[in-house]
């Protein structure tokens, strides 16, 4: 059974940065592009960014672009989101996800449970 563990999350003040994981078993990384979504209280599970292991393309939502950054290592099965200059509405849970490249949620075979990540003001 294919599992996502996504890592990483918690509390931090506004502009500062945290780091988010994702390792994924039973899956062959690079047959799958990657992605992460969140979903902030009360909200629907929005696309933040994804990951092409062919040639290495990402793309980004506009809210997040030029401040979190998709990357991966394929050997280790392992994908992060480096999240830079956090604002309280990034706050949200997490989650990583296995499919195709794209923005979508339907693009997406494979889900992680979420992490939980808490920017204050």
């Known amino acids: 059974q294919v599992q996502l563990k996504e890592s990483g999350g918690g509390l931090v003040q506004a502009g500062g940065s945290l780091r988010l994981s994702c390792v994924a078993s039973?899956?062959?990384?690079?047959?799958?592009?990657m992605g992460w979504f969140r979903q902030p209280p009360g909200k629907e599970r929005e696309f933040v960014a994804t990951?092409?292991?062919?040639?290495?393309?990402?793309d980004y939502a506009d809210s997040v672009k030029g401040r979190f950054a998709v990357s991966g290592n394929n050997a280790e099965n392992t994908m992060y989101l480096q999240m830079n200059s956090l604002k309280p509405e990034d706050t949200a849970v997490y989650f990583c996800?296995?499919?195709?490249?794209?923005?979508?949620?339907?693009?997406?075979?494979?889900w992680g449970q979420g992490t939980q990540v808490t920017v204050s003001s």
């Open positions: 990951i092409k292991w062919s040639g290495g393309n990402t």
């Open positions: 039973r899956l062959t990384f690079s047959m799958h592009n």
């Open positions: 996800a296995a499919g195709r490249y794209g923005s979508k949620r339907s693009e997406y075979v494979y």
